[in-house]
């Protein structure tokens, strides 16, 4: 296909295949996956198979190529009025819904990053994806369907995304990153383990992902040693915003993740954290699996409106309890 590639999302292709050759697609879809993992771009994709004169996705067409270019008047991806969709930002696309299509048949609406939005954003859409016009889509985007209320994800057909496999994630950095060495390409695709998103951000040189591996990996050793003190100086590091401490958590959550497969000699690997993966492996298994229990209920309280800092505080006494 032209100017848009999957690359490791066999699955995800293989689905939208089946279900142009059938002329059969639901009105609502929930696309999960970690950041970085491609969620938006398959919600572009499949955009494209819903509006393609080809009916293909061919990435040619005049329908297509817009897209392409994000200038598709039947294609609106849903800005936020503030961190998360409000129930104004929900409403005026429920309205806007009810109009006819600019330029073709379809119209598609994209919901990215959905994790935090409230239930009373989610209800406002509930009418429209019960009983939607019959041009309307819409498309939503978040890490877990946890995010997602029940009787939306009833409603939705579920896409999820895993990291790439290691050869597809190399292909696309060599064709992505021209700046970047082989041997760079290699690390970086060992680092973040198939997630192509993070892999680009780390090889141009993303300041705050390099920092956040650097205290993903310091955390991994300071847990293994439960040093309280050390846990603690690099969780409040990045406890100046909820958001950053999110991300930090998140991606530690996945290197214990990575020590639980290594205790058992699974070896799947999803986390930046390298070798220091390895040190939580020596850890049981009660209390890895109450480590990452903790990492979720913390990532969840910085979606909310929690103090940070002392969040931060909870988490390190939790990790090396």
Request: aromatic share 6%; glycine share 6%; with cysteine.
């Amino acid at each position: 296909m032209a100017g848009l590639k999957l690359y490791g999302k066999d699955h995800v292709l293989s689905m939208i295949t089946a279900m142009q050759k059938s002329g059969r697609f639901v009105h609502s879809y929930i696309i999960t996956g970690d950041k970085g993992t491609g969620r938006k771009i398959s919600a572009v994709y499949l955009s494209m198979a819903l509006l393609c004169e080809n009916g293909t996705a061919c990435g040619e067409c005049r329908h297509c190529r817009r897209i392409l270019k994000n200038e598709h008047p039947d294609l609106r991806i849903v800005e936020k009025s503030k961190k998360n969709y409000s129930v104004d930002d929900v409403r005026d696309i429920v309205s806007d819904s009810f109009t006819s299509p600019n330029d073709c048949d379809r119209k598609v609406y994209i919901f990215t990053d959905c994790d935090g939005w409230s239930d009373a954003a989610q209800a406002a859409l509930l009418k429209a994806t019960e009983d939607p016009p019959d041009p309307v889509y819409f498309i939503f985007t978040g890490v877990k369907t946890s995010a997602f209320l029940g009787t939306l994800v009833s409603r939705s057909m579920t896409l999820h995304i895993n990291p790439a496999d290691r050869e597809s994630c190399i292909d696309a950095l060599t064709g992505l990153c021209e700046n970047s060495s082989a041997d760079e390409i290699s690390a970086a695709a060992d680092a973040f383990c198939g997630n192509i998103g993070r892999c680009i951000s780390f090889l141009s040189g993303d300041e705050a992902l390099m920092t956040e591996v650097d205290r993903v990996r310091r955390l991994c050793r300071a847990v293994s040693e439960r040093d309280e003190y050390s846990c603690a100086y690099l969780l409040e590091s990045a406890a100046s915003d909820r958001t950053e401490l999110e991300y930090l958590v998140s991606m530690f959550a996945a290197a214990v993740r990575d020590g639980m497969s290594l205790k058992y000699g699974m070896n799947e690997r999803m986390s930046c954290a390298g070798t220091q993966a390895e040190l939580l492996s020596g850890i049981p298994q009660t209390r890895l699996a109450g480590m990452y229990d903790a990492c979720m209920d913390t990532a969840a309280a910085c979606r909310l409106n929690c103090n940070a800092s002392a969040a931060a505080g909870v988490l390190a006494a939790r990790l090396c309890s």
